[in-house]
């Protein structure tokens, strides 16, 4: 076989169990160091059997410097015991091919020496050291000690394929290192973007239970009895909602519904009725032309009404400096769909606002979190339906909202 083609093939056989090796970590990220230091060595033992089965021994010289990449590749990883182990199989894989085959003691022994310097040198340099020290060891071996043709022709041809198959070999293992460290970084940072969402996700939706109980405790007059009965349970429902919302969110990623059968009007009604006082507070007119008929979809109630909170409350913002400020709720059915409208004769919103909005943390507001907008979208796709924003700046904004209805089988 032709020599480029013996090194080329080398190369290949040595850094395959390695490459597998990194893709697996890379599919993997929760791999304790442990494990990955068992799967290591396991694709450094799978390189030099392969090497030794696989490569073309009619260069036997080419063949021993090739398995002792795998010992300077152990070496740059701390592999201490197993860089020390492999010089002993090559003894005994080769221990009928070459008289004095003890002399190839001393490459553990040039390995400990050269080991203790290691830390005050660069992996480069390092390389460079090992591949000539074991290379004189191994031309003396060989061609001196067997009686060998001592032709400087072959040696330094040997020496130029060894040091091109290490270093190869050390390029490509470094590269695939930086590769699938910055791929695991970029795994992390996506986890710890979905667990800062999450957060914000909780923080933004919290708020809206409490401020409503707030309103009401403020409003709330002890002795009188009509408000207490009439205050209490909204008061209670939602903090059963704000613990809810708080379960949900423990599941991170994680969009959990419960589904049953529900009255969209009914929803409508009750959740106006407990953001009446945000409303008067702003001095905001609430229109609502909606369907006398009971409308059924399969819903959850409170998810729904956390995207008609947010829908509202948004509308509310954007009223503020807004004169005969009002909000108008419309409902009908179309194509098997029940459909809400909600329209607003605030600031509105530019082109530029309306493409950006749905990204999470894009807000126009001062202390805005940016999320509810696509919390809006995410729940209603949640529910199979469709939302849809049309605005213009100073002419206010108009929200649809698609559901299917509920149909009985």
């Not at 002792?68 to 990883?77: M, V, W």
């Not at 909005?357 to 940016?370: A, D, H, V």
């Amino acid at each position: 076989m032709n020599i480029f083609k013996i090194v080329f093939l080398d190369v290949i056989l040595l850094m395959f169990p390695i490459l597998i090796y990194f893709i697996y970590l890379s599919t993997n990220i929760n791999i304790n160091n442990k494990i990955k230091q068992v799967y290591f060595r396991l694709a450094l033992s799978s390189s030099f059997f392969i090497l030794y089965n696989l490569g073309d021994n009619n260069l036997k010289i080419i063949s021993i410097l090739t398995l002792n990449s795998i010992i300077i590749l152990s070496l740059l990883e701390d592999e201490y015991v197993l860089g020390n182990i492999f010089p002993f199989i090559i003894l005994l894989f080769y221990f009928n091919d070459f008289n004095k085959i003890y002399l190839l003691l001393f490459i553990p022994l040039l390995i400990n020496i050269i080991y203790l310097f290691k830390e005050k040198i660069k992996d480069i340099l390092f390389i460079q050291i090992y591949i000539l020290v074991s290379s004189i060891i191994y031309f003396i071996w060989i061609y001196a000690l067997n009686n060998t043709y001592f032709d400087i022709k072959n040696i330094l041809f040997t020496l130029a394929s060894y040091f091109f198959i290490v270093n190869i070999m050390y390029l490509i293992y470094v590269t695939g290192k930086k590769a699938l460290n910055t791929h695991m970084t970029f795994k992390e940072l996506q986890k710890e973007k979905q667990i800062r969402l999450s957060l914000f996700k909780i923080t933004h939706e919290i708020k809206n239970p409490i401020a409503v109980c707030k309103g009401y405790l403020d409003m709330l007059d002890v002795k009188n009895q009509q408000q207490v009965e009439k205050y209490i349970p909204i008061i209670k429902s939602e903090n059963e909602r704000l613990l809810s919302l708080l379960q949900d969110f423990l599941l991170i990623n994680k969009s959990n519904l419960d589904l049953d059968i529900m009255d969209f009007n009914m929803l409508i009604e009750d959740t106006v009725e407990k953001l009446n006082p945000l409303l008067n507070e702003n001095h905001i007119k609430l229109n609502l032309n909606m369907l006398d008929d009971e409308i059924y979809i399969n819903g959850d109630y409170n998810r729904l009404s956390q995207v008609l909170i947010n829908l509202i409350k948004n509308s509310v913002e954007a009223l503020v400096l807004t004169k005969n400020a009002s909000i108008t709720i419309s409902t009908k059915i179309k194509k098997n769909k029940y459909v809400l409208i909600l329209e607003d004769n605030g600031e509105g919103m530019s082109e530029e606002t309306l493409q950006k909005m749905r990204e999470p943390f894009f807000t126009t507001k001062y202390r805005g979190s940016g999320l509810g907008v696509s919390l809006i979208y995410e729940i209603v796709e949640a529910h199979s339906g469709k939302v849809e924003y049309t605005s213009a700046y100073e002419k206010g904004t108009k929200v649809t909202i698609q559901i299917p209805l509920y149909e009985q089988s």
